[in-house]
């Protein structure tokens, strides 16, 4: 079993549709969770990281954490076609040197 | 500031040739990292370093090297390379839980 899993997709929705994009995890001691944005060929964008449990908000994009059934999602408000792309997540332990682990990504495709 | 750049954006090598993917930041990151990604397989942390000087093992250092003389620099060495290398290598740097990324290296063993 992988410490992160993560739908793959390839997932495709219409312009202004919610975006619900999810991860588990196996290892409880994960306190810090992040998702990153990658476009074609580039390098990945941090979007949002969340301590522990609970939600974060920043515009169009909402985290959430549950660390009682190890899940992680990432929601997108009104997408976008510039939100085409990878999502991934990742996570670390507390007082780490911040080594990341990564799920495998989502491909996310907004049509206009 | 250009945040994290890699040297060279492609390159092709023979098997059993060496060479070196160069990363420099210039935002102080105290941490830097070398990643690598393979196609649907998220990306997977080769080394890091904490701060000049100090350098430690990821999950899949094995075929690499890297040194941390400087801050500023965190060079990534394949010796003897094989065709398991041909992937997308990734440098980042942070300084707390977030990290930031280079623009890749796209490298190919034939």
């Known amino acids: 079993q992988k410490e992160v899993e993560q739908d793959p997709g390839p997932l495709s929705v219409p312009e202004g549709a919610i975006v619900s994009l999810n991860c588990t995890y196996s290892?409880?001691?994960?306190?810090?969770f992040m998702w990153y944005r990658q476009y074609s060929r580039k390098g990945p964008e941090l979007l949002m990281y969340?301590?522990?449990?609970g939600n974060k908000e920043d515009g169009r994009f909402t985290a959430q954490v549950d660390k009682s059934s190890k899940y992680i999602s990432l929601f997108i408000r009104d997408s976008q076609p510039s939100d085409s792309a990878t999502y991934l997540c990742?996570?670390?332990?507390?007082?780490?040197?911040?080594?990341?682990?990564f799920g495998s990504g989502t491909q996310l495709t907004v049509l206009p | 500031n250009a945040g994290v750049t890699q040297t060279p954006k492609f390159r092709i090598l023979k098997i059993g040739q060496s060479m070196t993917l160069q990363c420099t930041q210039d935002?102080?990151?105290?941490?830097m990292y070398w990643y690598r990604q393979d196609p649907g397989m998220g990306l997977k942390l080769i080394y890091y370093?904490?701060?000049?000087?100090?350098?430690d093992k990821g999950e899949v250092p094995n075929g690499y090297n890297v040194s941390r003389s400087t801050t500023e620099d965190f060079p990534l060495r394949l010796e003897l390379a094989a065709p398991s290398q041909t992937s997308v290598y990734f440098c980042?740097?942070?300084?707390?839980?977030?990290?930031?990324f280079g623009p890749g290296t796209r490298l190919t063993v034939t």
């Open positions: 370093s904490v701060g000049a000087g100090i350098t």
């Open positions: 980042a740097g942070g300084t707390g839980y977030e990290q930031y």
């Open positions: 935002m102080n990151h105290n941490y």
């Open positions: 290892n409880s001691a994960f306190q810090y």
């Open positions: 969340t301590y522990s449990s």
């Open positions: 990742a996570m670390t332990f507390s007082g780490s040197a911040r080594q990341l682990t």
